[in-house]
């Protein structure tokens, strides 16, 4: 495993950090190894993990495996924010799934999650 193989301290930061790296250099299959990973792992999987692997997911245009996610998220009782619909309404959005997108602005205005500029932008790309 990539986070075994590692010689550095392995922790949240450093993991999820390491996601969006992958994700940011077009390499958004090997952050998800890494994500996966920490899931079997003792790392604690929070917020930010959990967006950068949306992330990655929405760069790889997996926009059905963004919404798994956030069944995944409400499970385990991770709070979903706004970068968590951003990115996923942004994703459905580039897909041409207008229907989801907007479902799930519908849903963010529903749980009470602030929307803002990013939100609508992510809807009106």
Partial sequence: SLMSQSRVGVDTITVSTAIATCETRGEWVEGLQL????????????????????SAYETGGKWEKILDFFSVMEQGKVQLDKVTFNTGISACRQDGNWAQALQLLSRMALGKVESSAATFNAVDR
Wanted: charged share 15%; net charge negative.
């Fill in 35 to 54: 994500f996966s990973e920490m899931l079997q792992s003792e790392v604690e999987c929070n917020i930010v993990a959990f967006n950068a692997a949306i």
